[in-house]
């Protein structure tokens, strides 16, 4: 009995410590688990012997590198999606199935000149209420498809278009803002070319149809009057053949298609073949036309800054009925200087656009085609120079252009 009961508090006794280490290491488990769930996963167990609570130990402590290295790779992820979301010029909000800001861009609050500083988790349309942006949102969350709108922001002064896009995975939306006014500026500018060159072609064409069918009417039989009628013809095809030349050439400067050769040339004979070509026009209308360059070389196109000089002295000659016309060069100012009607001062800022003119019909009237000033500025911006239009109505206008290296 005795020996019985030895054994029996023996095998009592090692059952109760290997019990109390099964508890202790299913406590330590616990408590791994426990700062698992409260985000410590840099915590580990190690134990020691063998058996299921060590594997499972072990286990953990795999699974929390596991853990660990998701973590960082889904951190990267999204670190580098806010960096392109936040660097990305369109205007970017997230909303969640409630229709609440989860996420705006830098550039959202830029375009939208949001001064609130709490956006995240306010609705959407407490920031926004542009009738054009509210019905697309309320669009996007019913058809759940794609859709788009163009609005005009007064705050931002600011032609915007804004894409809804469904998110498929939380049931929010995502709205895309992107700024079109410059291509709004564009297709206005383009408009207004083809309603111009369409003007422009409209009165000459319809001249020389009158004036073909006159003749074949039987005007034919009058020498005197087909001659004038001739005339007539001649010189609206030359019209129209001197708005296709500009209009062509204009294209090409603007289309980046003309190349700028800069050599060493003689700026007084540059000016002087061009002042040759004007003199008999100018004695016609008995203007006087100097050339007051002296012999100084500059950096230039030769065949570029003659188009400069030409169309500048057409002009000057063109708005000039009695005095002189007068080029010259002083302290790197080029200038065409003239006698002529002069400009008022609140047409002088839109001189340069194509196809403005101060008055129209006199415009026209004296063959003019509104883009040579608009080439002229075009041809000196492409050689880095700059100009100036002074000028005073009744008393002539000059035109400067700062040549530098």
């Known amino acids: 009995m005795g020996i019985i009961l030895f054994f029996s508090i023996i095998t009592i006794l090692m059952l109760s410590i290997w019990l109390a280490s099964v508890y202790y290491k299913i406590g330590e488990i616990r408590s791994l688990v426990e700062a698992f769930q409260q985000g410590d996963l840099h915590r580990r167990l190690y134990l020691r012997g063998r058996g299921s609570l060590t594997e499972i130990a072990n286990g953990l402590n795999q699974l929390a590198e596991v853990c660990i290295n998701k973590d960082e790779e889904r951190n990267l992820q999204t670190e580098r ?16 199935r409630d229709k609440k ?67 498929r995975t939380r049931r929010g939306i995502v709205l895309i803002f992107r700024d079109i006014t410059e291509m709004k500026r564009v297709e206005e500018v383009r408009r207004d070319f083809v309603a111009n060159v369409s003007h422009e072609l409209k009165t000459p064409i319809t001249t020389i149809k009158g004036y073909t069918d006159t003749i074949l009417d039987g005007a034919i039989e009058n020498r005197d009057d087909t001659l004038r009628f001739l005339q007539t013809i001649k010189s609206n095809v030359e019209r129209m053949e001197r708005l296709i030349s500009d209009i062509m050439n204009l294209s090409r400067i603007e289309m980046g298609y003309l190349s700028i050769n800069k050599t060493r040339i003689n700026l007084k004979k540059t000016a002087e073949r061009v002042v040759q070509t004007f003199r008999n026009r100018a004695q016609e209308k008995g203007i006087q036309i100097i050339n ?14 003659e188009q400069i000089l030409t169309n500048l002295i057409d002009n000057a000659i ?10 010259n060069f002083e302290d790197n100012i080029l200038s065409v200087k003239d006698t002529g009607i002069g400009i008022p001062a609140k047409y002088i800022p839109r001189l340069g656009e194509r196809f403005f003119r101060v008055d129209p019909s006199r415009s026209r009237q004296l063959g003019g085609t509104g883009l040579g000033l608009a080439i002229v500025k075009h041809l000196v911006r492409a050689h880095g120079w700059d100009m100036k239009i002074n000028s005073q109505p009744g008393r002539g206008t000059t035109v400067e252009i700062i040549i530098s290296s």
């Open 318 to 327: 063109k708005f000039t009925e009695r005095g002189m016309v007068e080029v």
């Open 81 to 96: 999606l806010l960096s392109i979301l936040m660097s990305m010029p369109d205007g970017v909000a997230v909303l969640d």
């Open 101 to 167: 800001t989860i996420l705006i861009n830098t550039a959202f609050i830029d375009l939208l000149k949001i001064t609130d500083s709490e956006i995240e988790g306010k609705p959407f349309t407490d920031i926004i209420r542009v009738p054009e942006v509210i019905d697309l949102i309320e669009s996007t969350y019913k058809e759940r498809e794609l859709s788009m709108k163009e609005f005009y922001h007064d705050l931002s002064n600011r032609h915007l278009q804004v894409i809804g896009v469904p998110n």
């Open 292 to 305: 007051r360059i002296e012999d100084v070389e500059v950096r230039a196109d030769p065949e570029r800054l």
